[in-house]
């Protein structure tokens, strides 16, 4: 990359600070998550707060906005100038309007809240949790209101993770799917076989050394960097950035249900060949890391579903599965392997869920936290509404906030807004697949379980540009045309069609 | 703890942030033993480079200076605010003499240099390590010369370790233990018993996990905590502080002697004790923290070697190290597994030696560390030297530069003149243990293998205090009078004498 404008230069300066701080406390993010010990939180949350600090520090210098006011008045840019820009001014965005002791406050909040959350998930105890809920959605609510917005206090959080995204608009494009996908459940539910097989073997023990062992084959396959990252042990699993040769994620094991944790090694290092392969001259530039939470579901649910769940791919994994589980599945013929991991059916646990089920669990979350947040739901009342509504989209109810409300870790991050991308990242990756069906011929790859041309593939076309695109220019760049919603609900249809016809 | 002066109190606002400097790069460093990919080297050594200039500049800060002289001026100081002031002042010595850009450097070095040590000592290959070591020697040269000294530039790296102390002063104490262990390990070697059984139990695999057990058992009666907490693997065993409350040490296995990872767990969760005791009131002041390194090791080797390996102790431990290596040792009788823990023999490997031969290792590195720096021993001939002076003190050649000069990580943390704090540990603990023996029967709790009253002894004694006083008015406030260096031969020679008469 080469960069000749001396006042982009002087940016790029400046925010290579930023970058080196936000990697520090990247690793003290990942560190708590992972390794913290319970009496330390406090501690943690007194660091964090002061990186944070710093960091709006350095985002709010005046220097540095006189010089991004001068920049946006330079002519004859080239495209990676003109991006460096435009991601400084979204990132700016935040720290111009909302005050930094509210960004500070927030950020101390959520450290806090964190050790919270975990010890309440883990004692099924919502109440303990909830005065930590009520304190991240004020500071949210005021937030909002410092960013602006016009009807919903929601879409100025939304526009934070998926730039220009309404409340409005994302219930628009749910009521476009719902129907449909509503209607392709219950068809596969008629048609699929019975579930007695997986019943019994849910009954039985996958050791967590086996299952690691399988995650491990499935994301070498990948082509996962192990001397660029590491794979960890958490609650929830997640994907930390500490730069771009050190991309950490980990995965949780269910000791009775070993496709758990294979999907979430694929999904997780999904995300993370995404940040391994960014072309390392953006290093240390607004242009180095992922473009939106949008694309990152994308390619993570793209591994995760279209990759780790096809049949082929299945059929070419399955003798590394019973070598691993050889008492708990030899007995199973091919169809009835594969059926392991078409099972659809409404379940509590989203990251569990299938993936037709799976925009149900968004949608549920999408109007539990715009209700948060714009005032219509109570957090007091939070546990009783996500039940109320698990009753009404899944028709079952809960038995434990740990299953229901408590579930996810994203509202104790004090990410609010986040939720809808999962669901626009299912709508890309099925775009991006198929484009990629056009290009070469991915059953025969996955048939003989060979990922690198599909790797290369996103490598080259999605990866490699880092954030230089915006995530609808990258979808017209890919596929050559814009975001359409037909491509997921044509995927489901002719794969499950297919499946149990 | 009640500060009311002024200016002390100006110092201790400036000394927080610098506190919490120390604790993110302590998170960083820590990070870099246990879990960095390969590839991430360089860019965390730009992490702590970073952090590391931060806190300099804090060091050096002009107002700090002046109210650091306005401070030493004050009178009526209280006990604790003259000792705030007499730990900044030693904090400061090293970053107003040394140029910041020199502090930087070293920074530097030291992070690339780890990552260099750890392959070179995988790959028993010295020569890739060797460049690492001119430059460390080299900035730390440099470094004497800022800090200033007499005749020796060694003298002025000791000095940071353990304060006041000289290479000369090094020099004569070990001359007057020298002749006493020497004689002491000639008649143990006499009259100890064969030592067939252990070469043959050294012929058995000890898995990792039953090695983590019994490791666990001890520091928990010990009484570690592991809310505060916790324990890792990492190729050298080492205690990092990240705060009070979150104190890291690591071990290492070999699994073919279940012994050594016994003792590393000891001696690291002694380190943390000290740690997890300090008055709570001294968090994120100078007084937060161990007083010094020799003090620290004292802890340390007190519950490795003077608990640990306590006949009495050891005679508790049996049945669980039975338990959990049934096949391997069931068949011992008491006076031989006693005996497992004796054995005095010279070796390569410090960390594995017996307590009696370990100060010939600390007298080796002493010299080998001495003549680097001062010049007499040039860093291409490291490797060579150290097996001459092996086979002069020991009588034997390692084979390998694994087990011979690349051993120790102290080097590769540019932490020249640490080594002595060793033998200065050995002489404080047995006089510590003899003051204890003063005031309650600690055999008869160690017979009980009951560990609290010793530990409260220590928390109460030495560890509240963390770095209030002076060693030296440490070791005189525990037990009455000044460092004593027989009270360590005694020891040695009454614990061995009864073993083998």
Redesign the interface.
Known sequence: MKITNSTIKKLLDHYK?IS?LY??KA??DW?MNV??????A???A??TE??AQKITDLWIDNEFKQTLEKAQKEKNLTLEEQAILRNLIQGTKYYFRVPPEIIAEKEKLTSEAFMIWKEAKEKNDFKSFLPSLKELIRIDQIIAKHIGYKDNPYDALLDQYEPGLTADHVQKLFDKIKPQLVALVQRIQKKQPSQEIIQELLQQIYPIQQQKKIGEIAIKKMGF??????VDVSPHPFTTE?????I?FTTAFIEKDFRSSYTAYMHEAGHALYEQGINPEYDGTPLEGGVSLGIHEALSRFWENMIGKNPNFLKHMKPFFQENYLQQIQALNEDEFINLFYVVKPSFIRIESDEVTYTLHIILRFEMENGLINGTIKPEDAATVWKEKSKEYFGIVPPTDTQGVLQDVHWAYGSFGYFPSYALGNLYGAQFLATMKKEFDVEKELTEGSLAKIHAFLKDEIHEYGSLYLPAELIKKVTGEPLNPHYFLDYLTEKYTKLYS
């Open positions: 600070e080196l990697k520090i690793t003290l560190d390794n913290l010990p319970s009496k330390a406090t501690e943690r007194k660091q002061y990186l960097d192990f001397e660029a990252g590491r500490l730069n771009r040769n050190d950490r």
